[in-house]
């Protein structure tokens, strides 16, 4: 593994480990994106999948919201939908409608057509050089998150073929061919693995699984098509670092709307377990201390639409609701386009400055 400056600010890594802080750690999700001019302008020369497949951009728009805000962590750039892209299919990023597959999985039988056992370093070595050119120009600064999509929300795309509200194609074929899915879930899942464990040989530093569809399965589907890989995911990047004998790194599972299964992802080897706004923080540490699970999230975006006044208010509430052992502060879902940036400034200083307090006080 290549040498990297040592980490100065390792908040993230210690609240992920539910270790002593002197403040509450916070990123946010998407914090590169359209609500900042200098993202418009780097995606005004380059289509969206030219920033992901070169690194000196991929770098550049990683490093971008740290210039402006006190963020204790960066997120590499690129996308989920990479990984569908590994296993050869087509994805197209359109202005205003979001990720498309020309060729969705219509029928099962399309499932043998996908690339078996793709060669991750040769499909993806362009995230991986993304990730070490960042780690370098980061100087350690703060540490920096590699991640994947969940195979339930990536196989909700290749059969979709795109977003949608209800992702009726995908569910449908949970029930109609219900072998098929498994067998498309478990290509995915080991895939994800090899990703996952090369991003930390190439310098992510904590790694984050975004199951952002989990809220369209119900508790009995989701136990079955989404937590077992999700689990597996865990447990397999675990094992394989510590075979290779690479140190551990803090594993983050998103399950966006996986209210329902909070006590069952707090039974999986991952480390952090981040919450959308729909759950109540208090009711959440009920439930996942027990497991010694750290949480992150979980300030409703929108909040950042209203007053600095109403913004500094939610934020102070939710830090106090989830107490500064073990938090990671986040929202519940990504930056919208239309946010302004310095909505999301108020809520990274809040969360410091109430933090400490909070610590201060206790
Ligand atoms: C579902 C999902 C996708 N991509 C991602 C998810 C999981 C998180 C979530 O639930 O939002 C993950 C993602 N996508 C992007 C990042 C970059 C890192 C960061 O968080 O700053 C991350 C972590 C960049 C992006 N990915 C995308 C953009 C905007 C596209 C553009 O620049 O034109 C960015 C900055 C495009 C994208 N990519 C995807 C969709 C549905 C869209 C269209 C929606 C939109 O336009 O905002 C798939």
């Not at 609500?35 to 070169?54: I, S």
């Not at 498309?100 to 039988?109: A, D, G, R, T």
């Not at 499909?123 to 050119?133: K, P, R, S």
């Not at 909700?156 to 995908?170: I, L, P, Q």
Request: neutral net charge; aromatic residues 8%; contains cysteine.
């Amino acid at each position: 593994m290549t040498d990297f400056p040592s980490l100065k600010n390792d908040l993230l890594i210690r609240a992920a480990y539910c270790e002593e802080v002197e403040r509450t750690p916070v990123w946010a999700m998407r914090q590169a994106g359209r609500y900042l001019k200098e993202f418009q302008e780097v995606r005004a020369k380059h289509d969206f999948f030219t920033v992901c497949r070169t690194p000196e951009l991929a770098c550049e728009v990683t490093l971008q919201p740290l210039r402006r805000f006190d963020l204790d962590a960066a997120i590499i750039f690129s996308d989920i939908l990479v990984i569908p892209q590994a296993l050869g299919m087509e994805v197209q990023m359109v202005p205003g409608k979001g990720p498309v597959f020309p060729k969705p999985l219509i029928h099962p039988n399309e499932i043998k057509a996908l690339n078996q056992d793709p060669d991750i370093d040769k499909e993806l070595g362009y995230v991986f050089d993304a990730i070490t050119l960042t780690r370098k120009k980061l100087e350690g600064k703060v540490p920096l998150i590699g991640f994947s999509g969940a195979p339930w929300t990536l196989m909700a795309y290749m059969v979709e073929g795109g977003s949608s509200a209800t992702f009726s194609k995908a569910r449908a074929w949970l029930f109609q061919y219900p072998e098929e899915s498994e067998l498309l879930l478990n290509l995915l899942t080991n895939t994800i693995i090899k990703y996952l464990v090369n991003q930390v040989k190439a310098g992510a530093q904590t790694l984050q699984v975004f199951e952002s569809h989990a809220g369209i399965l119900g508790s009995s589907t989701f136990a079955k098509f989404s937590l077992q890989y999700l689990s597996r995911i865990a447990s397999g990047v675990k094992k394989e670092l510590s075979d290779l004998g690479i140190s551990r790194v803090p594993l983050i599972v998103f399950a966006k709307g996986a209210h329902y299964a909070l006590e069952e992802l707090s039974a999986t080897d991952y480390d952090v377990i981040s919450l959308d706004w729909t759950i109540d923080p208090k009711r959440a540490r009920e439930i996942s201390s027990a497991k010694g699970k750290a949480l992150q999230g979980n300030l409703d975006p929108a909040v950042l639409y209203g007053s600095p006044d109403s913004i500094n208010c939610a934020t102070k509430r939710m830090v106090e609701a989830f107490g500064a052992r073990g938090h990671i502060a986040n929202l519940g879902h990504g930056m919208y386009p239309d946010l302004k940036p310095e909505s999301l400034k108020a809520f990274v200083d809040t969360v410091h400055s109430a933090s400490q307090e909070c610590i201060k006080n206790s």
